[in-house]
């Protein structure tokens, strides 16, 4: 039956096959407690869910400003046009109060004064509770006037870049 040299060259060869593959499977599992995992590093950019390891500068906090005035510009244009409704709107100031809430004022200036009366207009609460933010009342005024005029005498202008409309 068939040449046994033959069939001896084919079990040898399905032999080392064999072998090879289970080789592979005999390998001791790795251990998940000898993993090691780099530490975050602190970083004192401006990133929420990062641990700030200094204050941030009054730049720093304006140009957070800069991001909030831009988007109520952009809805409250986008509303009075037709293009949003009130209840976008509404999504919109929520989502300010949030990123107001979460401006970092731990430097102890006027500047972080007139951003602590920012979070108390927009109703400061837990990061991420919904607000009854509205921007057209007197306290979110005022004390926007006044974070703006901070960050005039730290040189930095509060602006908002339009997108929309036009």
């Known amino acids: 039956m068939g ?20 080789s592979g499977c005999t390998a001791a599992p790795i ?22 390891t200094q204050s941030p500068t009054p730049q720093e906090i304006c140009a957070e400003l ?10 409250g244009v986008a509303f009075v046009e037709g293009r949003v409704g009130q209840q976008e709107l509404r999504a919109s ?11 970092d004022t731990s430097i102890g200036t006027d500047l972080s004064d007139a951003v602590k009366d920012m979070k ?11 607000t009854t933010f509205d921007p057209a009342t007197e306290s979110w005024s005022s004390a926007f006037a006044e974070a703006k005029a901070e960050c005039a005498q730290a040189g930095v202008e509060v602006y908002a870049e339009g997108w929309t409309g036009g």
């Open 3 to 22: 040449n046994p040299t033959y069939r001896r060259a084919a079990a040898i060869a399905v032999a080392v096959a064999v072998s090879s593959a289970l």
């Open 120 to 130: 108390v207009a927009v109703g400061e609460g837990r990061p991420g509770a919904p």
């Open 93 to 103: 100031h929520q989502l300010v109060g949030r990123l107001v809430q979460r401006i």
């Open 31 to 52: 251990s998940t407690d000898t993993v090691q995992t780099a530490a975050p590093t602190p970083t004192s950019d401006v990133t929420y869910g990062m641990t700030i």
């Open 66 to 75: 800069i991001d909030v005035n831009t988007l109520l510009h952009n809805e």
